[in-house]
C-alpha cells in the first residue's frame, strides 16, 4: 500500500493551508464563543466553495467522491488552525444523508449543507435525553441507530453556545433538545459502524493538527528563547522531549494514512487499522500539547500565548475520542482482532 501522497493531495493540503492560515488566524478561533452566527456561516459559505463538506458524499449526489485520505488531509488542516466550524462531523455524516435521503427532508439537509446555505452542529445525546452540542449556535443534528439497518436523525433547535474546556469552538450542553424534525433513515447494515470508523479517524486527524501546531510553536520558540547566551533549544532536556514528540505524532499520523487507505481500499483489516489510530493521537497529541506549554514556560498559561489553545483542543478532541472508545476498549478490541487472524 503506496502511503505517499498524491500530486493532487498536495494540492489539497496546500490549499487547505493557505487558506485557513488567511481566513481563520488564531484571532478568529479566539473569539468563537462570541463570533456571530451570521460570520460563522460566511465562512461556512467559503468553506462548501472549496467543496470540503462534500469530500465524502458521492458523485452521484453532487459530492466529491472522493475518499478518507482526503478527508484526512482537510481535518489535520482544520486542526491545526484551530477551526471554529464543526467540519469533521458535517463531512462525515454527510455521505450517510446522502446514502439514505433521495427525496424529502434528509435530502433538503444534504443538499443545504452542500450548498453552503448552512451546516449543522454536532448533537451527542445522553441516555438521559439530554445532549452535548459542537458548534452551538446554529440547528443541531443528532444520529442515533434504532436497529441494524434504521438510523434516527434529528434536526434540534439551535442552542445558544459558550466557552467550554474548549474556548475556540461554542459548545452547549442542552437539557431537554427540542426536535424541530425527524426521519427514519434507511441504510445498509455496515453504515452506522462505517459511519463510527470515519468519524473516530477524522476527530484523531484534526486531533493531530493540533497538537503538530502547538509542536511547531514550541520548537520556534525554543530557537528563539535566549537563557545564559544561548537559545533553550540547545539544551538536550528541551530537544530530546521535541524531538520524541515529534516522532510520536508521525506515528500516529502514518496509522492514521494506512487506516484511512485502508477504509478506501475496502481492506479486510480496515475495522482493526482504525483503531490504532485515536490510541496513538491521543497519547502523543495529549504529551506534545503538554510538553508545548513546559517549553514556553510561565508565557505557556498566558491568554496571550497560542499554546494553551491548543491544548484544550487537543484535550477536547481526546475526551471526545475516548468517549466513543477508551483506551483500554481500544486494545482489547486490538488484542480480540489479532486473535481472530484478521
Not at 462570541?34 to 465562512?43: N, S, T
Request: hydrophobic residues 50%; negative net charge.
Amino acid at each position: 500500500m503506496d502511503l505517499h501522497p498524491t500530486e493532487d493531495q498536495r494540492m489539497l493540503q496546500d490549499a487547505a493551508q493557505r487558506y485557513l492560515a488567511e481566513r481563520h488566524p488564531p484571532a478568529v478561533a479566539r473569539a468563537a464563543a462570541v463570533r456571530p452566527v451570521q460570520a460563522r456561516l460566511e465562512q461556512w459559505r467559503e468553506i462548501a466553495a472549496q467543496g470540503w463538506p462534500a469530500l465524502l458524499a458521492p458523485a452521484s449526489q453532487e459530492g466529491l467522491g472522493l475518499g478518507m485520505r482526503e478527508a484526512w488531509i482537510v481535518a489535520e488542516a482544520a486542526g491545526r488552525h484551530l477551526l471554529s466550524l464543526p467540519l469533521v462531523s458535517n463531512m462525515t455524516v454527510l455521505p450517510t444523508l446522502c446514502a439514505a435521503g433521495a427525496a424529502g427532508p434528509v435530502a433538503q439537509w444534504a443538499a443545504a449543507m452542500m450548498a453552503g446555505e448552512g451546516y449543522f452542529a454536532d448533537a451527542t445525546l445522553r441516555p438521559d435525553g439530554s445532549a452535548f452540542v459542537e458548534g452551538a449556535g446554529v440547528r443541531a443534528l443528532a444520529l442515533r441507530r434504532t436497529g441494524a439497518s434504521s438510523l434516527r436523525a434529528e434536526l434540534h433547535a439551535p442552542a445558544a453556545g459558550g466557552a467550554g474546556l474548549d474556548p475556540t469552538m461554542p459548545v452547549a450542553q442542552v437539557r431537554s433538545p427540542e426536535v424541530l424534525e425527524s426521519a427514519e433513515l434507511a441504510v445498509e447494515p455496515e453504515t452506522w459502524a462505517q459511519l463510527r470508523t470515519r468519524l473516530l479517524l477524522l476527530r484523531s486527524a484534526e486531533l493531530l493538527g493540533a497538537a503538530s501546531a502547538a509542536l511547531d510553536a514550541a520548537a520556534a520558540h525554543a530557537r528563539e528563547r535566549r537563557q545564559f547566551d544561548r537559545a533553550i533549544g540547545a539544551n538536550q532536556a528541551v530537544k530530546h522531549r521535541l524531538a520524541d514528540d515529534w516522532m510520536a505524532l508521525d506515528d500516529a499520523r502514518l496509522a492514521g494514512v494506512a487506516a484511512a487507505a485502508a477504509h478506501d481500499a475496502g481492506a479486510e483489516s480496515a475495522a482493526r487499522d482504525s483503531l490504532f489510530a485515536p490510541l496513538l493521537a491521543v497519547e502523543a497529541g495529549r504529551r506534545a500539547a503538554q510538553n508545548a506549554i513546559q517549553v514556553h514556560g510561565a508565557l505557556g498559561v498566558t491568554w496571550e500565548c497560542d499554546a494553551h489553545l491548543y491544548l484544550k483542543r487537543v484535550l477536547r478532541l481526546a475526551a471526545c475520542l475516548q468517549a466513543e472508545a477508551s483506551i483500554p476498549d481500544l486494545l482489547e478490541r486490538i488484542w480480540e482482532s489479532g486473535a481472530d487472524g484478521s
